[in-house]
Each structure stands twice: as structure tokens, then as C-alpha cells.
């Protein structure tokens, strides 16, 4: 069992910046894939970033390459996403997440564990 704990969250204006964090529980961090998904209301679970156990392969959906950037310590068993430029369609609850397999994916049925997530909103 995995346990993963968002923070970071905020109010911010648009073009403002605000960085994830994503703290887990356990031993095994390193061997897992992580990814960031993010659920505005009315709408369904997005795919927003992943990055692989290693933190050398990353994937961004269109929507934030760019502006956002993943990374991770496996040392700390933390992950982050920087987000930069901040618009107000990116407002929505952040979650993040982790898959056993340590493949990255876009698909939020492949992830195993999963945070509570944490509100970001944007202003305009």
C-alpha cells in the first residue's frame, strides 16, 4: 500500500506560478511510474504529466508543455510539477498518482494509488 499526499495548492492570478508536491509513503517510490491528473468541475479526469521511475523520461499532454515540468527525488520519495503561466482553464484539483509497473501512461485506470488531491485556481 502507497499512500500519497498533495500540497502546494493555491489561489493564483493568470500568468502566475504555483509548484506541486506530491510526498508518498513507503520503500518502493523509485520502482513506480508517477503521474499528475487534474479534475475541473463538471469535467472528467484529465492526464497532465507522468514521469518514469528513473525521472528520465517525462510526457506532458499538449495543453502544458511548456509551462509545466515534472520531476522527482526518489531519495525523498517526492514528486513536483512546476507550473508556470498559469491560465484559468488550468484551474481544477490536482491529483497525483503512482503506477507499480514504473511505465509511464496517460491513462488514469493504469495508475494503482492515488492522492487526495489539492485545489488550484486561476484568476483572470
Known amino acids: 500500500q502507497v499512500q500519497l499526499v498533495e500540497s502546494g495548492g493555491g489561489l493564483v492570478h493568470a500568468g502566475g506560478s504555483l509548484r506541486l508536491s506530491c510526498a508518498a509513503s513507503?520503500?518502493?517510490?523509485?520502482?513506480?511510474?508517477m503521474g499528475w491528473f487534474r479534475q475541473a468541475p463538471g469535467k472528467e479526469r484529465e492526464f497532465v504529466a507522468s514521469?518514469?521511475?528513473?525521472?528520465?523520461?517525462?510526457y506532458y499532454t499538449d495543453s502544458v508543455k511548456g509551462r509545466f515540468t515534472i520531476s522527482r527525488d526518489n531519495a525523498k520519495s517526492t514528486a513536483s510539477l512546476q507550473m508556470n503561466n498559469l491560465k484559468p482553464e488550468d484551474t481544477a484539483v490536482y491529483y497525483c498518482?503512482?503506477?507499480?509497473?514504473?511505465?509511464?501512461?496517460?491513462?488514469?485506470?493504469?495508475?494503482?494509488?492515488w492522492g487526495q488531491g489539492t485545489q488550484v485556481t486561476v484568476s483572470s
Open positions: 498518482a503512482v503506477r507499480r509497473t514504473g511505465e509511464l501512461s496517460t491513462s488514469s485506470g493504469l495508475y494503482d494509488y
Open positions: 513507503g520503500r518502493a517510490f523509485s520502482k513506480y511510474a
Open positions: 514521469i518514469s521511475r528513473s525521472g528520465g523520461s517525462t
